[in-house]
């Protein structure tokens, strides 16, 4: 197990204390057991589990769901009710777009009211035309704030799952209809060369561990992940940190292409699911048990 993802390892990062009170309160209790707990989640084609041989189990959000209900209950005495709501090709502000007032009852399931709201969002977010031009790093900074206050208000707990990257062999060009807005305008259609970070140096080779070992590293998905990180620290939500179990993957494995099908360049297969997103949503668990 990859000590960046170690339970010691997150329980030190500088998130709030407690991100999850509303979760906890619930596990804590003995008698009455508590009602269901409700797992929504929303994010893009990762979140909904895109090359995923089983995504009703395996998507994060129900992979986060039953990893819930197999240790916090399971003489079947807890009740977690799992609904993934995301979406392919979406992206953030797509959230805040389909529960603009925090009307859940209008959103979710008839009675449905959410425990935990998890976001699998930043793949779509970090690639040039979001980046660049339409959701560009501040502003996606402040929907996410925005976002887990929403959640929060709601009565329920927020998580973020940063994302893994895309294939490191593709250099991201802008759509050529697409202006660029962020860091600096240039009017469409933008270069390859002209964009920031140009495609050639759109991945670089990082020593991002601290452990001597260099992996290859997206810039743009690199700075949306820290983004979250900070949003995650300032509206007091959960972070799942997919990105540094992925880098450990990487590292281990020589590169990014056992972590993808033949063909694949965006949606990780099950092997990079396994050491990304379920790596991470396990250390989250026992992270849990332990504060419990």
């Known amino acids: 197990m990859c000590l960046l993802c170690s339970a010691t390892a997150v329980a030190a990062a500088d998130q709030p204390p407690g991100p999850v009170p509303r979760l906890l309160s619930l596990l804590r209790l003995r008698n009455p057991l508590p009602a269901a707990v409700t797992v929504v989640g929303f994010g893009s084609s990762v979140g909904v589990g895109a090359t995923l041989p089983d ?34 090709g979406s992206i953030l502000s797509q959230f805040l777009n389909d ?23 930043g793949m779509n977010d970090g690639f040039p035309a979001m980046y660049n031009t ?23 707990d927020a998580v973020i799952l940063t994302s893994p990257h895309p294939i490191s062999t593709v250099a991201w060009v802008m759509p050529a209809t697409y202006s660029q807005a962020y860091p600096s ?37 690199l700075h949306i992940n820290q983004v979250m990180r900070e949003a995650a620290r300032e509206a007091g939500a ?43 949503i396990d250390v989250f668990i026992a992270t849990l048990a332990a504060s419990r």
């Not at 986060?64 to 392919?88: H, I, K, M, Q």
């Not at 529960?99 to 969002?121: I, R």
């Not at 469409?188 to 002209?194: H, K, N, R, S």
């Not at 940190?241 to 281990?252: G, H, L, N, S």
């Open 55 to 88: 995504p009703a189990t395996q998507a994060p959000v129900m992979y986060l769901a039953a990893r819930l209900r197999a240790t916090f209950g399971p003489a079947g005495n807890l009740e977690v009710v799992a609904d993934n709501r995301s979406l392919n």
């Open 99 to 121: 529960v603009p007032t925090g009307n859940w009852d209008a959103y979710l399931k008839e009675g449905q009211k959410p425990t935990l709201v998890v976001f699998a969002y």
């Open 134 to 156: 339409s959701q560009p790093p501040p502003f996606f900074h402040t929907q996410l704030v925005a976002a887990i206050r929403l959640v929060r208000a709601a009565g329920a």
């Open 185 to 221: 305008a240039i009017a469409a259609p933008v270069g390859a060369e002209q964009m920031t970070p140009p495609a050639s140096s759109s991945v670089v080779w990082q020593d991002v561990l601290g452990n001597g070992r260099r992996v290859p590293v997206s810039q743009r998905h």
């Open 238 to 280: 959960a972070l799942v940190d997919a990105e540094r179990c992925w880098f450990e993957a990487v590292a281990a494995h020589g590169g990014d292409a056992a972590l993808f099908n033949a063909n694949e360049t965006v949606h990780p297969n099950l092997f990079g699911h396994e050491l990304s997103y379920q790596r991470a």
